[in-house]
């Protein structure tokens, strides 16, 4: 061999590295799921806020509960039916009013179980 000193690094200095990527991996990670449920979870209350206000908005101004909820954004109470981030789509469960025709609250349509241990169609 000649008398030039080799470079690089050597397997056990690699696998050390891959070990502790893999461990900051393995903590960091189900912690930001965490994250994008909750974010999920705060703009699921929002937009069943937003919705709640329009209907109350709708009902204050017409005396009576909107037949659905296109007639919200047909009157320009909401400029569009928000979306359920947990089904990914924007349709609601529609809670009748007592004695009267008309939307008087929605809910999520979703079974599952948010980190308060509730069901989201409970909220």
Do not use: C
């Amino acid at each position: 061999m000649s008398n030039k000193k080799m470079s690089g690094f050597t397997i056990v200095e690699l696998l050390v590295v891959l070990s502790v990527i893999a461990l900051l991996l393995s903590i960091i990670t189900p912690r930001y799921f965490g994250k994008i449920k909750e974010g999920q979870e705060v703009v699921l209350k929002q937009n069943l806020a937003t919705i709640r206000h329009a209907i109350d908005q709708y009902y204050s101004d017409q005396g009576m509960y909107p037949t659905n909820l296109n007639s919200l954004k047909e009157k320009r109470y909401l400029r569009d039916i928000p979306e359920d981030p947990i089904m990914k789509n924007q349709e609601w469960q529609i809670i009748k009013a007592p004695n009267e025709v008309g939307v008087y609250d929605v809910k999520s349509r979703s079974n599952e179980i948010s980190s308060n241990n509730n069901m989201y169609s409970e909220w």
